[in-house]
């Protein structure tokens, strides 16, 4: 299918052939009719991206003290290729638009095949042919609506919450400042709420516009219109002043915020709908107490996974309004003609025109306020059907192959065929670089959830083929080892499932997140014979950690190990903040700091005992090993960020070691102090530990990591959780 895609490190906007997404539960599979670009929010994504580095750094300064912070952590080179991972990738354009079901996911039966929706998000509602929705992201159309007009619901809720946030009343009177595309929308759901408008804008045209749809009067903010506007201002309000001012402006100019002040009554609501300059002037808001409020996207429900992913809605006796309810309310008005939309649209264009479109919109050389892009439409006799999701280098897209499962199996011709399922930030920046420059490893086949994430994976990694259904890698017969490295609840079921292909298997920590998902793997090792396993257990692999372990001493003494792990904050958005589906933290990554120590001591856990902290995610943790040997892991997350992320102390025989976060080690022995320094940079050993996997498949060799050391790896993890819960010591 055909997607419009950007490249923020370059600037580049193209239409890219990509794999359709594949339809999953909780949602349903949409062939776009119409989008609508946002003249406003994703005109300035593109211009962000045309910036040089330093200009991104300026307009993005949250970003910058992300990486100063990561680079504190994990060392200049690491966070270096996470980052030129991310900017060099092709991202998704839009948010906004209307299209027919093709397929219905399980979960979704509300909808039906052939049924035209309005779809949102900007993870989802994109210039693409064909979109996955879910459910509470779509609304049906009411009958009436043409499909054009529908593609405005999204930016049309962005308009309503906006108006819900200032709570107008009838007989109200309101300011907009900005009288673009979510402005003129503002104007009309005023309008249509019985509240006199006057309007601000640079440009005449839509000035112009936003009288034509109700507007009292409109001007430009400068001397002459200002004056006319406090006029009329005045005549409206009985000269108090407006009630409600709506910041629909973009840009640098802290003239909308000043102007506000300037025409609010006292007490009045200031609404921030766009994304402007606020230097609030202390003394114009103190003196009039104005009511600052911010307006979030388009309603509740916004940015929360458990909405918007898991389709969780919020009860309408608590939450009367959310994002849904918004696209719903918002398609209604249209249909009852409330709210008109028609003379929004600028122009019409086919999908194939978009990058002309867009550099004409960047130059002023097509001025627009609503532009609608067009795409092919299936033929009236020909039934809907799911388009095809894989894509192979050099032919058209095609259908899947089919595998015969069977008994473990080496490479095939000396050379390691892998699939991947996932290809996200830590898999594009820690494993596929290594993979890629590995002679004994092909990069075959790789599936994400996201058509792009695909096409980034199979464009900087020569992947041959790229598909958007883990499917399509479990059955290719041609491949020799599947790679996961999705997201922590889905490891134990894809495991399972590339068990029983036969195939070599490498999954992300953590292999499982309850002792019920263990046994599911234990049995399907067993039921096919296949124990070819491997978690990615990297630290044991690090070459400063195995060098300062040789020096030490004998692997049979027992030690005591102490390991401090300062994991710091989650961001707002973070994937891990979800504890019912994903897990604790703990449960994600203390995997990681047991395998560590249980290498160490050369023996497997056989008892943990865990206390919480005074932070949410954090755990105090001794475990006993089978030799003796003893070990606490300090996980705490309240540290300063810029702290070190990892220490690891030991002591045993006289010996004293300790690791410095993989940038530098000591070790104490008899009179002496020995100091190792990495050869090349901080390093936690991802390199070396794909490259003893390849060369264990490739060659019939032991794994790694053995089997048993995984299991009761994975299981002292989950004893962690099990003795916060239960206050004493759980065996493994």
Request: charged share 20%; proline share 5%; aromatic share 6%.
């Amino acid at each position: 299918m055909k997607q419009i895609a950007q490249n923020y490190k370059s600037g580049e906007l193209t239409v890219l052939d990509v794999p359709a997404p594949a339809c999953r539960p909780g949602g349903v599979l949409v062939q776009s009719l119409f989008s609508l670009i946002s003249t406003g929010t994703e005109m300035m994504k593109l211009a962000e991206a045309k910036m040089s580095m330093v200009g991104k750094a300026r307009a993005r300064p949250d970003q910058v003290r992300k990486v100063l912070d990561t680079v504190a952590q994990q060392g200049a080179v690491s966070t270096y290729k996470k980052v030129m991972s991310r900017l060099d990738s092709y991202t998704p354009l839009g948010y906004s638009l209307c299209g027919v079901i093709v397929e219905v996911g399980k979960g979704a039966e509300e909808f039906q095949v052939g049924q035209l929706v309005a779809a949102a998000g900007n993870e989802y509602a994109l210039h693409a042919e064909y979109n996955w929705l879910p459910v509470n992201l779509c609304a049906p159309v009411p009958r009436g609506v043409s499909p054009e007009h529908a593609a405005f619901a999204t930016v049309g809720s962005i308009a309503m919450h906006g108006v819900r946030r200032a709570e107008v009343q009838l007989g109200d009177t309101a300011c907009v400042i900005g009288l673009g595309l979510v402005g003129q929308l503002v104007v009309r759901l005023l309008v249509a709420s019985g509240v006199r408008v006057i309007g601000l804008d640079m440009i005449d045209q839509r000035c112009r516009l936003a009288e034509q749809a109700g507007a009292v009067l409109c001007a430009a903010p400068a001397d002459e219109g200002m004056e006319a506007a406090r006029r009329s201002v005045d005549e409206i309000s009985g000269g108090r002043g407006v009630d409600h001012v709506f910041l629909a402006a973009g840009g640098s100019s802290n003239g909308p915020v000043e102007v506000a002040a300037r025409l609010a009554r006292d007490r009045a609501r200031v609404v921030d709908i766009g994304k402007t300059r606020l230097d609030l002037p202390w003394n114009a808001y103190y003196e009039k107490e104005l009511d600052v409020r911010f307006s979030r996207s388009y309603g509740p429900g916004r940015y929360d996974e458990r909405y918007e992913l898991e389709g969780i809605d919020y009860p309408i006796g608590y939450v009367r309004w959310t994002e849904r309810r918004n696209l719903e309310c918002f398609l209604d008005l249209v249909a009852r003609k409330e709210i008109e939309v028609e003379t929004l649209v600028s122009g019409v264009f086919p999908l194939a025109d978009a990058s002309g479109v867009y550099a004409d919109l960047a130059s002023g050389s097509l001025k627009a306020v609503g532009v609608l892009l067009e795409y092919p439409a299936r033929p009236a006799d020909t039934p809907p059907r799911a388009p095809d999701s894989v894509i192979r280098v050099g032919t058209n897209p095609a259908s899947t192959v089919r595998a015969n499962p069977g008994a473990p199996r080496g490479a095939s011709g000396g050379r390691l065929k892998i699939g991947f399922v996932g290809a996200g930030n830590y898999a594009s920046s820690m494993l596929l670089p290594h993979l890629a420059r590995l002679d004994k490893a092909y990069l075959a086949h790789v599936a994400t959830s996201r058509s792009l994430s695909a096409v980034n994976a199979q464009r900087r990694f020569g992947f041959t083929t790229a598909s958007t259904d883990a499917d399509a890698v479990f059955c290719d017969a041609s491949l020799d080892a599947i790679f996961i490295v999705t997201r922590h609840h889905t490891h134990a079921d894809l495991v399972c499932r590339a068990l029983a292909t036969g195939k070599a298997v490498f999954v992300e920590k953590p292999l499982a997140l309850t002792r019920d998902e263990l046994a599911r793997i234990v049995e399907a090792i067993a039921r096919t014979g296949n124990d070819r396993l491997m978690v990615g257990f990297n630290r044991r692999f690090a070459p400063l950690l195995t060098r300062l372990r040789s020096r030490f001493g004998p692997a049979d003494s027992s030690s005591v190990m102490r390991y401090l792990v300062n994991a710091g904050p989650l961001a707002a958005d973070s994937w891990y903040r979800n504890d019912a589906l994903e897990g604790s933290r703990f449960a994600g990554e203390g995997g990681h700091f047991i395998d560590t120590l249980s290498w160490w001591a050369a023996s497997l856990p056989e008892q943990a005992y865990a206390v919480s902290g005074p932070e949410k995610d954090d755990v105090q943790v001794t475990v006993r090993f089978g030799n003796g040997s003893s070990g606490t892991i300090t996980y705490v997350t309240g540290g300063n960020p810029r702290y070190p992320k990892e220490t690891l102390d030991v002591a045993a025989g006289g010996c004293s070691a300790r690791l410095d976060n993989f940038a530098k080690a000591s070790l104490w022995s008899g009179r002496r102090q020995h100091a190792i320094r990495p050869r090349g940079g901080q390093d936690k050993g991802q390199r070396a530990e794909l490259t003893q996997f390849v060369e264990a498949v490739v060659t019939g060799a032991p794994m790694p990591i053995g089997v048993e050391s995984l299991l009761a790896t994975t299981q002292a993890t989950i004893a962690v959780g099990e003795s916060v819960l239960s206050g004493r010591a759980e065996r493994v």
